[in-house]
């Protein structure tokens, strides 16, 4: 305007370190964001389960992080969200499978079996190392237990919980297979013979 006089040097400075200052806070947002988002992203992976894409988004939020703009306090923040996502991930994957595996015993299919003891075993060491509880791996390793001895019992042959039974069997009366008491003392005294089991005094009566 007329008769205004031109910023000092001083002033024109300190406008122009405003206006820096907000630029490079509007960048450093913009990275917050985009940390905050890819770390959202991690959910839908984690709650599928997917292990391997929560893995691979899981390295794309640590590079992220990297960014030396980046705020430390919102990097420790952002990195252990990151973790607990992760740790999520696999700990569902392995109780999946675990689950999996002890359904497929009960089925009696030892391919499947395998494969899921197989996938939770995997799954389970990665938790571990992600720091899941001790409590989760002592549980998951019962179920893998469970399914490792639940099934495929199956013999021709007799087996230590059921022996053979070597006790001859009893005749099957009912189908005539031996002749009952009465009938074979009727058809001894017919032929003039003791009965089965008579006294002695009986028997010399019967000759």
């Given at each position: 305007?007329?008769?205004?006089?031109?910023?000092?040097?001083?002033?024109?400075?300190a406008?122009?370190?405003?206006?820096?200052?907000?630029?490079?806070?509007?960048?450093?947002?913009?990275?917050?964001?985009?940390?905050?988002a890819?770390?959202?992203?991690?959910?839908?992976?984690?709650?599928?389960?997917?292990?391997?894409?929560?893995?691979t988004?899981?390295?794309?939020?640590?590079?992220?992080?990297?960014?030396?703009?980046?705020?430390?306090?919102?990097?420790?923040?952002?990195?252990?969200?990151?973790?607990?996502?992760?740790?999520?991930?696999?700990?569902?994957?392995?109780?999946?499978?675990?689950?999996?595996?002890?359904?497929?015993?009960?089925?009696?299919?030892?391919?499947l079996?395998?494969?899921?003891?197989?996938?939770?075993?995997?799954?389970?060491?990665?938790?571990?190392?992600?720091?899941?509880?001790?409590?989760?791996?002592?549980?998951?390793?019962?179920?893998?237990?469970?399914?490792?001895?639940?099934?495929?019992?199956?013999?021709?042959?007799p087996?230590?919980?059921?022996?053979?039974?070597?006790?001859?069997?009893p005749?099957?009366?009912?189908?005539?297979e031996?002749?009952?008491?009465?009938?074979?003392?009727?058809?001894?005294?017919?032929?003039?013979?003791?009965?089965p089991?008579?006294?002695?005094?009986?028997?010399?009566?019967?000759?």
């Amino acid at each position: 305007m007329f008769g205004s006089k031109p910023p000092s040097g001083a002033q024109a400075a300190a406008e122009k370190k405003a206006r820096e200052q907000e630029a490079e806070a509007r960048k450093v947002e913009a990275i917050k964001n985009s940390i905050v988002a890819a770390v959202e992203g991690m959910k839908a992976h984690a709650y599928a389960p997917a292990p391997d894409r929560c893995e691979t988004a899981a390295k794309r939020v640590t590079e992220l992080l990297k960014n030396p703009k980046a705020p430390k306090d919102f990097i420790t923040e952002m990195r252990a969200r990151s973790d607990e996502l992760l740790k999520s991930c696999f700990m569902k994957a392995a109780s999946e499978a675990s689950a999996g595996a002890l359904q497929a015993a009960h089925h009696d299919d030892k391919e499947l079996r395998a494969k899921k003891i197989g996938e939770a075993k995997k799954h389970l060491a990665r938790a571990i190392q992600l720091k899941a509880p001790p409590e989760f791996k002592l549980a998951c390793d019962r179920a893998l237990e469970a399914a490792t001895m639940t099934g495929f019992v199956h013999h021709d042959g007799p087996t230590k919980a059921k022996p053979a039974d070597f006790a001859p069997k009893p005749p099957n009366r009912a189908h005539g297979e031996a002749p009952m008491k009465f009938e074979e003392a009727a058809k001894a005294v017919a032929e003039g013979k003791p009965a089965p089991g008579a006294p002695p005094k009986l028997a010399m009566a019967a000759r």
